[in-house]
């Protein structure tokens, strides 16, 4: 076999881009804070001592989707790492790499919907930069949003944090945004009005935390879907975790698309959900919260923790059998017949 | 969509069928689930888990992805290296590894690799094209064949010239029969796959439990059609009544779609094939008849398969055979995983080292 060399699997979020982070990133950047593993860091400046700096990068096509844009995207997806900390979304800064050609009203519609995000979620865009490179040499428009929040005293939030009996909330329906893209990236030849659920989580953490401020983990389940973070919740926790496919919503939409393709709406991505892990006792008031807010509505809970060590994510199956829901591989492919 | 998804899975009724299986106690019986999409949504449901041991599901060589030989994956990559060539592909193609290399690395290379999901769509690229050559990696059963058959009377009627298929299609019956008189592998019963009897409808499959006399059940995909088709299979064969049945009688018929029979055969004829794992099975493929040859990218481009050797240690063949299963592979979840597949079992989403990987059986 050849030599190694990046494919797009390496971006999928699943495996292959966890070895990439592994073997070359964390090795040559090693450090306390990065080896934490969340989806944002917390750093201590002198007397500022609960700073919270994270970022990501959007290459998303289509750039324009059904329920939202790669601008929308942009602003929502480092908020919403902010918020999985608990942290109140302050600052951004945005990289522009645009390809030659690019319409410059399209542009604007890209940039109009990053200003009314921000503003939605109370975050100044305060620095950024544009680059343009040749025709060919980028796809439309990248862009690079990073992010600083302030996280509230007592606050403690992350994905080492999941501990035995702890139930496992998800936000809303899963596999909206993977699904939506999917069906306007290739030509498939059919039509669902499949919306992607691309949203700012902030409010909606803020209102949690409000009430419940020892939540233990929060995490919105991007690339790889719920089944991948899940799993590298259990990971990072170093429990088991158990989940009921029976509680698991999903849009009929999605499910069709799915169903049809041969592909698992828990691996799908997802852009406006958050994955939330609180003690038995609090779980109806978290419940509670986010049904109380537009993005939390659909909420329920899904599973729980079950025991520690051995880490791994079980599926309680509609059959009554169980399986184990491992890290998506590379990206999912549609199946051949 | 309800009338079909949601009470399939209703899961009173399946505990019900699941309580009368476990109350099976009679000889280890051994079942084939022919097709690949049963071996995934067996181990998706986690239905193997449900059945006392006495049931034994084995998998048999229904993914076509898995039955493609490494050949062929090595034609595709050296032709996806001609830089006036398209490679159009089923998604599950791209990282089948071939002696060398894989079609997503050569497309990570530079190489002008693109998936599609219908083999119009690969017509459509080179109708927009005409300075390109579209080749598409002509692979699948009976389910997939007759729209590869339709692309090429399209190409045809349309005047495309620079649209041609690289073919391994395969065929199902061949390998039954195959599979059926194996004095190592002693099926007791099938589960026949529903898309492939969709096409081909159910006479084949009554000649397999009447003159091969291998109890049948022609199966659907939900939880439910599953295991009420193990169960009835599971009845018959204990009741000594080796028939046919076929309970996706709400999409296959005794005749099948004569319309996609009637397509495929216009462009493709039986040809002897080799099977990735099991070896050559005389007039198990589909080649392209003369009238089409013009589409024939095997002819186009002067392309001959070599004989390629399996990976050293792979198990892929006796997994494919049934004979053993993935966790008899010493390669299994080591060398080999999804992400760098070693043997084809590993690499398609339907493959049954893949399902096993994924969903630990």
């Not at chain 1, 995207?73 to 050609?101: H, Q, R």
């Not at chain 1, 939030?157 to 139930?167: P, Q, T, Y």
């Not at chain 2, 063949?317 to 592979?329: A, H, T, Y």
Request: charge should be negative; charged fraction near 25%; glycine fraction near 10%.
């Amino acid at each position: 076999m050849e030599k190694n060399m990046i494919t797009i699997a390496h971006g999928s979020g699943g495996t292959a881009t966890s070895k990439l982070i592994e073997q070359i990133f964390k090795k040559h950047f090693c450090n306390d804070i990065l080896s934490q593993g969340d989806d944002s860091a917390r750093l201590d400046i002198g007397d500022a001592r609960n700073l919270v700096f994270t970022t990501d990068s959007f290459v998303v096509t289509p750039i324009f989707f059904n329920g939202g844009n790669i601008g929308k995207l942009a602003v929502c997806g480092t908020v919403n790492d902010l918020a999985t900390s608990g942290a109140k979304p302050l600052y951004l800064s945005c990289g522009f790499i645009i390809e030659e050609g690019f319409d410059i009203e399209e542009l604007e519609r890209i940039v109009e919907a990053m200003g009314a995000t921000a503003k939605e979620c109370g975050v100044k865009i305060v620095t950024g930069d544009t680059k343009v490179v040749q025709k060919g040499a980028a796809d439309k428009v990248f862009i690079n949003t990073s992010g600083i929040g302030i996280l509230p005293d007592g606050v403690n939030i992350s994905g080492r944090n999941a501990k035995v009996g702890d139930k496992i909330i998800i936000s809303g329906t899963i596999g909206d945004h993977g699904s939506s893209i999917f069906l306007e990236r290739e030509s498939i030849g059919f039509n669902a009005n499949i919306k992607s659920d691309c949203a700012p989580l902030s409010g909606m953490v803020q209102d949690i935390l409000s009430v419940v401020p020892e939540v233990h983990v929060l995490r919105d389940p991007t690339r790889g879907g719920v089944a991948t973070t899940l799993n590298e919740i259990a990971v990072q926790s170093n429990v088991s975790i158990l989940i009921r496919e029976d509680s698991l919503p999903v849009k009929r939409e999605v499910q069709g698309v799915c169903e049809l393709l041969g592909m698992d709406p828990l691996y799908m991505a997802n852009e406006g959900k958050m994955l939330c892990f609180v003690g038995e006792d609090k779980a109806d008031t978290v419940l509670e919260a986010l049904r109380n807010n537009k993005y939390g509505k659909d909420a329920r809970i899904i599973g729980e923790v079950t025991e520690e060590g051995q880490p791994k994510v079980l599926l309680k199956a509609l059959s009554g059998g169980s399986r184990i829901i491992s890290v998506l591989a590379g990206d999912q492919l549609p199946r051949i017949c | 969509m309800r009338n079909y998804i949601d009470e399939f899975r209703d899961s009173e009724v399946i505990g019900k069928i699941v309580q009368s299986l476990q109350g099976y106690s009679g000889r280890r019986l051994k079942i084939m689930e022919v097709c690949g999409t049963h071996t995934m949504a067996i181990s998706r449901y986690g239905l193997r888990s449900l059945l006392p041991p006495q049931i034994e599901l084995i998998s048999g060589p229904g993914c076509p992805v898995c039955v493609t030989p490494t050949s062929y994956i090595d034609s595709a990559t050296e032709l996806a290296d001609n830089k006036n060539v398209v490679i159009t592909t089923f998604g599950d193609m791209m990282r089948i590894p071939g002696s060398n290399s894989t079609l997503i690395h050569k497309k990570a290379q530079g190489s002008n690799v693109q998936m599609v999901y219908s083999p119009l769509n690969a017509v459509e690229l080179a109708r927009e094209n005409p300075d390109k050559e579209v080749v598409f990696l002509s692979v699948g059963f009976e389910t997939t064949t007759p729209v590869i058959a339709l692309s090429v009377s399209k190409a045809k009627s349309e005047g495309i010239t620079n649209y041609s298929v690289l073919t391994a299609n395969k065929t199902m019956p061949e390998a039954i029969k195959t599979l059926s008189g194996d004095s190592e592998l002693l099926i007791d019963g099938f589960l026949y796959p529903g898309h492939v009897s969709a096409i081909i409808g159910t006479d084949f499959f009554s000649y397999v439990a009447y003159n091969m006399e291998k109890a049948g059940v022609v199966a659907g995909f939900e939880p439910l059609d599953i295991l009420y088709s193990i169960k009835v299979l599971v009845d018959n064969i204990t009741n000594g009544n080796i028939v046919l049945e076929n309970m996706y009688s709400r999409i296959v018929s005794k005749e099948g779609n004569i319309k996609a029979q009637q397509k495929m055969y216009e462009v493709f004829e039986p040809v002897d094939s080799v099977w990735r794992g099991i070896g050559m099975i005389p007039k198990s493929g589909l080649g392209i008849v003369k009238e089409y040859e013009i589409f024939d990218a095997a002819k186009k481009f002067d392309i001959k398969q070599k004989d390629t050797p399996e990976p050293k240690g792979c198990l892929c063949g006796e997994v494919l055979k049934g004979k053993k299963r993935p966790g008899d592979c010493k390669l299994f979840k080591k060398r080999c995983t999804p992400e760098n597949p070693v043997g084809s079992c590993m690499v398609s989403s339907e493959g049954t080292c893949a399902a096993y990987y994924k969903y630990g059986g």
